[in-house]
């Protein structure tokens, strides 16, 4: 119990203090969103229509500390403001319109990844120093090693531009209707494999890696050597043994990623145009659009509060040590 507090009073401190960096970044830099609005539409804005657009965004002439109250009261109602990039939508249904398409990307592709990496992983450090463990992990380093974006382009023009076999573009035709059908269902999927798979092909290579060097540690260990002593079948020291402890790692490393799901699809939701917060990102960048980046960096940064107070306690229970620190 002690040691949930203490994860939850640690986590409580840096969700706070990344609302007040959200709230006093902005604040500092020049100029303010009605601002910019004001010198796009200069000559059809009166001074008064601007300071009520000023307040809208919450950019008011007021004391600071007045200001962050108000800050902090329209938060916690999920009110981020109204979107420039989309104007007049509010953030907050920009934000929901989005995160679907990034979730079921960011979660199916690190799914894929985690457990093929993880398996395979296994069995090359089971194996090690064999003929599958000297080919298989310098070869997917290799191919991870090379940078995303041109690995995805390549793969894009090949399959889709010039073999036409995948789409070019967009999570799903543009002639259905969003709906629980299968033929909309089959077109999300078609549209997610190029996607999802270019994902998996550039990171499975460090789960496979990652998995191997600390499975070859544990069999190295006093009490995998003291089992092996004892007669006990090779598969059970493996599993029941050697795995439980050399998967720790791995969940860490696995619940880090499943925070950043938010913002890691980034270059793949460019590159294929699809439609997630990762194109949302880029749109409010380049339309100085600060509620909405506001809104995003404070929902990557919770994703990534919320997953590794997650794989705390996933860890507490798998390594009973943790619990008594």
Do not use: C
Request: proline share 6%; charged share 10%; aromatic share 12%.
């Amino acid at each position: 119990m002690r040691y949930l507090l203490r994860r939850i009073g640690l986590y409580a401190i840096a969700a706070w203090a990344s609302l007040t960096l959200n709230f006093i970044l902005p604040r500092t830099m020049p100029g303010d969103p009605a601002t910019q609005i004001f010198i796009r539409l200069a000559g059809r804005m009166k001074p008064e229509e601007l300071a009520v657009l000023k307040a809208a965004y919450g950019f008011t002439e007021g004391p600071l500390l007045d200001q962050y109250v108000t800050y902090l009261s329209h938060v916690l109602r999920g009110d981020f403001g109204v979107s420039i990039s989309s104007f007049p939508a509010r953030v907050s249904d920009v934000i929901v319109t989005s995160i679907g398409w990034t979730l079921l990307l960011g979660i199916v592709a690190l799914t894929i990844s985690y457990l093929v990496g993880t398996t395979l992983g296994v069995i090359v450090g089971w194996r090690r120093g064999g003929r599958l463990d000297s080919i298989m992990p310098p070869l997917l380093i290799f191919i991870g090693s090379f940078p995303y974006f041109w690995l995805a382009m390549l793969v894009l023009y090949a399959l889709a531009f010039s073999l036409g076999w995948m789409p070019m573009a967009h999570s799903y035709d543009l002639n259905l209707s969003p709906e629980w059908s299968w033929p909309f269902i089959g077109s999300v999927i078609h549209h997610l494999i190029l996607p999802a798979g270019t994902i998996v092909l550039v990171s499975v290579g460090g789960w496979v890696l990652g998995m191997r060097n600390t499975l070859v540690g544990v069999l190295a260990e006093d009490y995998i050597t003291m089992a092996e002593a004892k007669g006990l079948p090779e598969g059970r020291i493996v599993f029941h043994y050697a795995l439980r402890n050399a998967l720790l790692p791995n969940i860490t490393s696995f619940g880090m990623s499943l925070g950043f799901i938010l913002s890691g699809a980034l270059l793949t939701e460019i590159v294929f145009s699809y439609p997630g917060l990762g194109f949302q990102l880029i749109k409010a960048v380049t339309n100085l659009d600060y509620p909405l980046m506001q809104g995003l960096f404070l929902m990557i940064t919770f994703g990534v509060l919320g997953a590794n107070f997650i794989v705390d306690l996933l860890y507490s229970r798998l390594d009973p040590r943790v619990r008594a620190r």
